[in-house]
């Protein structure tokens, strides 16, 4: 709070950007809260939208984180801004149809208010409107990281987020952040034996082996796609960019945290044998979780230190 508060008159200057590193680590914590919110809302609509009855018991719980995160995405991002309340007129008094962050705070927005609504709706009698909001957030939580991503992709200054790729990239991190912090969920409550822990156990923690398998798989390819492309490109930034991820100076996070606890051991935890299939699989949550918190900041970091000039 005493850092916030610091921020807010200062501007940017706390947290050591500058004209030139102008997107830092605020950057970076709105973008892993925003598509985490939206992985929940994937997650969970599978159970309460799309009838996967082994996901039914963490509705509540994801509701919940996800408008937690969705708000502490904006808390952080009015940090970034010196100024918050410009945001506000300025999105509602002047809009620009032509921008993409213009359409990433509008439906960021929306997602906001409809997840209000579910929140609502989900301790109360009104079943049918918590159906349809339900409904609206699975929706909401494809288009809102895919707008997201759009904002980064737009910017042919800096070839590592620039191309069709990264609005793809960056729904598929969303879809894997929501999988691994339910998974971690579902850990935590077969341990300590907390509502629906049998039906979890037997039920839910097999169906999210599953799902955080195939999404740390093809968050996987699309990582080995970006690799090659970078290092094969001749685009003017892509290649030192791709580099400092490589053999650079982010090389360490990137191949430690980002590929083997990210990556390497959580699929060795689901693939192999285990008695206590939620102990593993709350461990696995956890790396994969640290792995896109790790990959959106270095994303973030090394498309800026390799621009374009």
């Keep these: 709070v005493i850092g916030a508060l610091a921020a807010l008159p200062v501007g940017w200057e706390v947290m050591g950007t500058s004209p030139t590193m102008e997107w830092g680590l605020l950057i970076a914590g709105y973008v892993v809260l925003a598509i985490t919110t939206s ?3 994937l997650t969970i609509s599978l159970g309460s939208v799309y009838g996967v009855d082994a996901l039914r018991p963490l509705e509540r719980r994801g509701v919940i984180l996800a408008f937690i995160c ?13 100024f918050p309340l410009r945001l506000v007129f300025g999105a509602v008094l002047s ?8 359409w990433m705070g509008l439906a960021y927005a929306g997602y906001l208010v409809i997840l209000l609504v579910e929140l609502a709706t989900m301790y109360t009698r009104f079943h049918v409107v918590h159906q349809w909001a339900a409904a609206s957030a699975s929706v909401m939580a494809i288009i809102a990281p895919f707008t997201l991503g759009t904002v980064f992709s737009r910017i042919q200054a800096h070839s590592l987020w620039h191309g069709r790729w990264t609005p793809i990239l960056m729904l598929s991190s969303a879809f894997l952040a929501g999988v691994a912090l339910m998974s971690i969920v579902a850990a935590v409550v077969v341990r300590f034996s907390r509502r629906d822990h049998q039906r979890m ?7 999210l ?4 398998t195939i999404a ?10 970006e690799l090659v492309e970078g290092l094969a490109s001749a685009t003017r930034g892509l290649n030192p960019a791709t580099l400092t991820l490589v053999t650079g100076p982010f090389s360490i996070p990137f191949w430690v945290i980002r590929v ?5 051991i959580p699929l060795a935890l689901l693939i192999g044998p285990s008695k206590r299939k939620w102990y593993h699989l709350g461990i696995a949550g956890a790396g994969a979780l640290l792995g896109v918190v790790v990959d959106r900041l270095l994303f973030v970091l ?4 390799s621009p374009v000039s």
């Design 201 to 207: 156990e037997h039920d839910t923690v097999p169906m």
């Design 95 to 102: 809009p620009s149809p032509n921008s993409s962050m213009w």
């Design 39 to 41: 992985g929940l809302c």
């Design 302 to 305: 090394a498309g800026l230190a």
């Design 209 to 212: 082996q599953r799902l955080l």
């Design 70 to 82: 969705l708000a502490a995405a904006f808390g952080t991002i009015l940090l970034d801004l010196q």
């Design 216 to 225: 740390i798989l093809v968050v996987s390819l699309l990582v080995v796609r």
């Design 260 to 264: 083997g606890v990210g990556i390497v």
